[in-house]
């Protein structure tokens, strides 16, 4: 293989176009029709009634979902966003407390904390790119209440640490495994260590119907009051109009109630998760055999191995000058990468990029959640640097998407690809 690269002129290293990053999306088929079909034929579209006889996709999804992650109970709802904001209430959590979140997370982690009125606390990331249990216990004051637990890019948090410091200061736990789904810490499936877990079924994630979202839990009261919040018709109730059977079961909700349609796509899905999981775990790791021993590289490390979801390789270059010209080399060879925190392009899932967040953009000029005079204890104040090892992590990181679709070919001229750069610039 000649070593002149193909941003110099040089061979492309692999030719074939890389699958997008949908790894449920792209294997819809038959199995899905035959599944929205079903609801269609029925005319049954509703999850909670519709002509009599016909059985619920939501709630089959339900139970089959709970069964694959081992959780006493499962609720499904519109998406992942709905689903933080309905764990977050169901646990207690609003005006005046602090909930802390990881300064590495899609927003919606964050923004789902002040839906809920209470108050975000953005915590650091340690090399794995999850909430460094060291930072989250420097921030919890008196008003800290919950965290929400972010499984990012994949990957199990430092659960035996995070649990015992919820334990240790009182904490609820909303774990966010919006792109874990099947991920595991210990043998132990992600979502359930927390109070509720939280999943998404949005496009881009393992299985998907395009939108849609589940909760986990296994204390009953909770589900209880993630099902009123979900659905303020109480349409779950088998009689919607009776007394509360206990304090605290019945509050005003919203509708995040999931289709039958989504359902039907996603039992289908669901039935597909270990394959998908068990492709992208074999690419990852064949391409990280291939890689991780290379001169400049630094894998990212992972609190448990065996639990990653294998949706992609992140590595870590000596310095964060290199990166910029490390990916567009490595997209010139023809397997596209991208730096993740460059100052120039704001990304959604960066701290640094959350201005309505660090300026306290509200949209009503009282300032809610902040102003509250439920909150004690010095205001919570935000900035830009105010995280500097997740910056200085992100600023150094390389990322590639690890779809299941690819071949064993793809993935060896990907580590060769990745090889070749390095050789060149590092
Ligand atoms: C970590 C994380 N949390 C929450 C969400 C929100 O999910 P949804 O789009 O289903 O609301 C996403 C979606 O990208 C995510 O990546």
């Known amino acids: ?94 005006p005046g407390h602090e909930v802390l979140v990881p300064g590495y997370t899609f927003f919606a982690s964050c923004a789902a904390i002040v839906a809920a009125k209470a108050i975000p606390v953005i915590v650091e990331v340690d090399e794995t790119l999850t909430m460094d249990p060291i930072d989250i216990e420097k921030k919890i004051t008196p008003q800290t209440k919950a965290m929400v637990v972010v499984h990012m890019r994949g990957v199990p948090c430092d659960m035996d640490k995070i649990m015992a410091l919820a334990k240790k200061h009182n904490l609820r736990v909303i774990e966010d495994v919006a792109q874990a789904a099947g991920g595991t810490y210990k043998g132990k499936y992600l979502g359930t260590f927390g109070d509720c877990g939280c999943f998404s079924f949005q496009y881009h994630k393992t299985i998907t119907a395009g939108e849609g979202g589940m909760i986990v839990t ?51 899905q669901l039935r597909k998760l270990d394959r998908l999981l068990g492709s992208m775990r074999e690419n990852q790791k064949r391409i990280i055999n291939q890689i991780k021993d290379t001169k400049g590289i630094k894998v990212r490390p992972v609190h448990d191995v065996k639990g990653d979801t294998g949706i992609c390789i992140m590595f870590y270059l000596d310095d964060k000058s290199l990166v910029q010209p490390f990916t567009e080399a490595l997209s010139a060879e023809g397997v596209p990468a991208a730096g993740v925190y460059n100052s120039g392009l704001p990304d959604w899932h960066i701290y640094a990029h959350w201005s309505h967040i660090i300026e306290k953009k509200t949209p009503t000029s009282e300032g809610c959640p902040w102003t509250c005079p439920y909150h004690k204890g010095p205001e919570v104040e935000y900035s830009v640097d105010m995280n500097p090892n997740t910056l200085e992590y992100l600023s150094r990181v390389v990322h590639l998407d690890v779809p299941p679709q690819m071949s064993e070919e793809d993935c060896d001229l990907t580590a060769q690809a990745i090889r070749k750069v390095a050789k060149a610039l590092l």
């Not at 193909?6 to 290293?13: H, Q, S």
């Not at 176009?17 to 049954?44: F, Q, S, W």
């Not at 993630?226 to 509050?251: I, M, N, S, V």
């Open 218 to 268: 296994a204390d009953p009261r909770l589900l209880d009051r993630c099902k009123g919040y979900h659905d303020t018709a109480a349409c779950w109730r088998p009689d919607r109009f009776a007394e509360q059977r206990y304090e605290g079961e019945l509050f005003a909700g919203t509708n995040y109630r999931m289709s039958e349609l989504t359902g039907a796509v996603m039992l289908a």
């Open 1 to 94: 293989m000649e070593d002149k690269l193909a941003l110099n002129g040089g061979p492309k290293t692999k030719i074939s176009a890389a699958y997008p990053m949908y790894p449920g999306g792209l294997e819809i088929g038959e199995e899905e029709r035959k599944e929205v079909l079903e609801v269609l034929d029925n005319k049954y579209l509703f999850r909670y009634y519709g002509p009599e006889g016909v059985p619920s996709k939501v709630a089959q999804l339900e139970k089959d979902f709970a069964k694959k992650v081992n959780s006493p109970y499962a609720l499904a709802v519109t998406n992942c966003t709905g689903a933080l904001i309905t764990s977050l209430i169901a646990c207690g959590i609003g």
